[in-house]
């Protein structure tokens, strides 16, 4: 199978994959890197947790992102080896609070990682004791503020450090001798830029108690993409409240970075999937499932655009609830709700669900002998050209 069509039409016009597809859609993705490049205050990093696929980072660094958020050492070895392949140097933040202690000495010493991130003493002991040389290796916090938010997944419950204990914390870290810096995470798919300034004026809070001049403040991801169901404004506006906060709260603004997954790569993916089975109680079978490239569809109700396709061709009409099963032989293998599909939809048709370009093939397992993993190029994106006629929310950064 060729790596690069012009089109869903002409891929379908040319093959009848077996296998889910996910469209890569370049243009989508250096748009969105250029908006964060030009629109955000400070540096740029992308979260690789999101999708780490070659075609992502190697786009990346095409588009000159030379800083990761890296949480393993399988992910620094990946963005590290793809750099050098491209002739570039890059910056990994290994910002998983939580580390093994031999994956902290061989980060540093042998893959020379000079950012991490830590939540709790226990960490920081950990870090001290294998890290020689503290003034030239930087440590964020990672704390949490007491105001919640609306977000759909809240990561401050397994990660962070109370106001109290950050505040400890940062003063430990500059007495050691390492650059002092702070960092949060409001929460996936944040529709609202007020958590920013709540965070960032906490951090300003933390910070001045603790008595340190901040090397750095990481504003995290959390940059919401657009979905059926969950949205929020332009990302410029999260851009221009969070430079302002940082201007109110605190004397010496630091240096900001931020480290976007979603918000970057969500919109420039779509995994193409294949009718395999359907039943006449409405039930459908795809050639992916929740143990592949739709994992998140069982955890959260963000409403993904649907696009049908037979013999090459968009199918529409009068449509139908479907209970959408994956191939596997494991009953949880099911979408927790029925999705809107056309009645006349049959074994041998296509759906193609935009917007999985985040947590899709990067949460994928191979479990029963299927697999979710394979890439092509694909320059237009169906979806992006039929917005407007099918009044679907535009995709972000376009």
């Avoid at 089975?277 to 959260?300: A, C, P, Q, T, W």
Wanted: proline share 6%; net charge negative; with cysteine.
């Amino acid at each position: 199978m060729p790596d690069m069509y012009m089109s869903s039409h002409q891929l379908l016009q040319q093959q009848a994959p077996e296998q889910p597809l996910y469209l890569f859609h370049r243009s989508l993705l250096t748009q969105s890197i250029s908006q964060f490049q030009q629109g955000f205050p400070g540096l740029l990093t992308y979260a690789v947790k999101a999708n780490p696929n070659a075609l992502i980072i190697e786009t990346m660094l095409e588009q000159g992102v030379l800083a990761y958020d890296v949480a393993s050492l399988a992910e620094i070895a990946l963005v590290q080896g793809l750099a050098e392949k491209a002739g570039q140097s890059v910056s990994l933040h290994y910002h998983n609070p939580i580390k093994s202690e031999p994956a902290i000495a061989k980060a540093w010493h042998e893959y020379g990682v000079r950012s991490f991130a830590l939540d709790d003493e226990f960490e920081l002991e950990k870090i001290c004791r294998q890290i020689p040389d503290p003034s030239g290796t930087e440590l964020s916090v990672r704390f949490v503020a007491p105001v919640k938010h609306q977000v759909v997944l809240d990561l401050n419950t397994k990660f962070g450090a109370d106001v109290k204990t950050a505040i400890k914390l940062l003063r430990q870290v500059a007495e050691a001798g390492f650059k002092a810096s702070l960092t949060f995470h409001p929460g996936t798919q944040c529709t609202d830029e007020q958590a920013y300034v709540d965070f960032i004026a906490c951090a300003a809070e933390i910070a001045e108690q603790a008595g340190v001049s901040l090397h750095r403040l990481n504003v995290g991801g959390g940059f919401p993409a657009s979905y059926v169901k969950s949205f929020g404004p332009n990302l410029e506006r999260y851009f221009d409240v969070i430079s302002q906060a940082v201007k109110q709260y605190f004397v010496t603004p630091p240096a900001l970075v931020c480290e976007p997954g979603r918000g970057l790569v969500n919109d420039c993916v779509s995994l193409l999937l294949k009718v395999i089975h359907r039943r006449e109680n409405n039930s459908i079978f795809l050639n992916d499932g929740i143990y592949g490239g739709l994992l998140e569809m069982k955890m959260v109700d963000l409403g993904w655009p649907l696009l049908c396709w037979r013999n090459g061709q968009l199918i529409d009409g009068p449509k139908d609830r479907f209970t959408v099963f994956g191939p596997t032989c494991d009953a949880i293998d099911v979408l927790p709700s029925p999705l809107q599909l056309p009645k006349q939809l049959a074994a041998g048709d296509y759906i193609e669900m935009p917007l999985m370009g985040a947590y899709s093939s990067a949460s994928a397992t191979q479990f029963n002998g299927f697999l979710s993993a394979t890439y092509v190029t694909v320059q237009e994106s169906s979806y992006c050209a039929l917005q407007q006629y099918y009044g679907l929310p535009k995709a972000s950064g376009l």
